[in-house]
């Protein structure tokens, strides 16, 4: 899978990232990330890193992300 999210914090400051990610078993998955940019705090930040996923049940999932950031 591939897509872009949008990260919103409780202060409005949004963070842009693109995601690659694939099957990693039965409800799970795994992959990379890079961060694009966002709004406030986010606003010129870069990073990358990996990720993974467990679904737990309908509608819930356990995310863990590891990786590095700068901010310009």
Same mark, same amino acid.
């Given at each position: 899978?591939?897509?872009?999210? &949008?990260?919103? %914090?409780?202060? $409005?400051? #949004?963070? %842009?990232?693109?995601?690659? $990610? ?13 961060? &694009?940019?966002?709004? $406030? ?10 990720? #993974? ?6 509608? &819930?999932?356990? &995310? ?6 700068? %901010?310009?």
């Amino acid at each position: 899978m591939q897509g872009y999210s &949008i990260m919103t %914090f409780s202060n $409005g400051d #949004k963070r %842009f990232a693109k995601f690659d $990610g694939k099957i990693a078993g039965k409800g799970k998955w795994e992959g990379t990330y890079t961060d &694009i940019g966002g709004t $406030g705090k986010f606003e010129r930040c870069k990073g990358e890193g990996t990720w #993974k996923t467990q679904s737990l049940g309908p509608g &819930i999932s356990h &995310i863990e992300a590891e990786g590095e950031r700068t %901010f310009k």
